[in-house]
């Protein structure tokens, strides 16, 4: 069964914007990772938040943790063409195995140039 | 290229045929973790192994699924009796075994089409 949920399902941008992808999940949690996913490929691993972190940044990655609200949001700063691509949120349940990573439905973002 | 390998990239069958799939992890990687995806859903966890110990497998999607890493390598995952709604891309994924939490690498998946 699917955790999360992203919010919005699709979104479309112009280079040089920022798209702001958010998630929701359900249980408690030990921590939360980003993925991206290009179409017709694997997924690339972005972030990893813990639990007890409430914002974190990677380059243009700007990810933030509410477990109170048991939600988290991926900012992508100055977006390019080549960041077109699915963005899935997963958990890892507290107390779960590292190998049961939930994720959520994805969200589509395409920039266009 | 030291990624994780997935073959076939592609499958195509017919109902009631069986089909294995095959997974190389990072050389380095004690974990390998195998998950379906169906076309506009996340990836849906299946089983993973440590070393040749497969330590969950209680998301097999049914006891038509079996997933085998006998020498703690590469793995296999097998699907008897295909039906069209196994009709999926298969995606495996290896991480190491290491003090915290640590990213799952993936593969480029292989797409089962049953006809």
């Known amino acids: 069964s699917q955790q999360g949920e992203e919010d919005p399902q699709a979104l479309s941008i112009q280079e040089g914007e920022n798209a702001t992808m958010n998630c929701s999940y359900k249980?408690?949690?030990?921590?939360l990772q980003w993925y991206r996913q290009n179409s017709g490929r694997g997924l690339v691993h972005l972030i990893l938040i813990r639990s007890n972190e409430r914002e974190k940044h990677s380059g243009r990655l700007r990810v933030t943790l509410d477990t109170s609200k048991k939600s988290s949001s991926l900012l992508i700063t100055a977006s390019r063409a080549a960041d077109t691509a699915s963005y899935f949120c997963a958990t890892v349940a507290a107390g779960g195995s590292q190998g049961n990573l939930i994720f959520g439905k994805g969200t589509k973002l395409s920039v266009k140039p | 290229d030291t990624g994780v390998s997935q073959d076939p990239r592609h499958k195509i069958t017919k109902r009631g045929q069986n089909v294995t799939f095959r997974c190389d992890p990072i050389s380095e990687h004690n974990r390998l973790y195998w998950y379906r995806q169906t076309l506009g859903q996340g990836p849906e966890f299946l089983t993973y192994f440590q070393n040749e110990a497969q330590l969950e497998k209680s998301r097999l999607l049914s006891d038509r699924f079996s997933a085998e890493r006998p020498k703690g390598s590469f793995s296999t995952l097998e699907i008897q009796r295909t039906e069209q709604g196994d009709s999926a891309m298969y995606l495996c994924?290896?991480?190491?075994?290491?003090?915290?939490?640590?990213?799952?690498?993936f593969g480029d998946g292989t797409r089962l089409s049953i006809l």
């Open positions: 994924a290896s991480s190491p075994s290491s003090v915290g939490w640590q990213p799952q690498h």
């Open positions: 249980t408690s949690i030990n921590n």
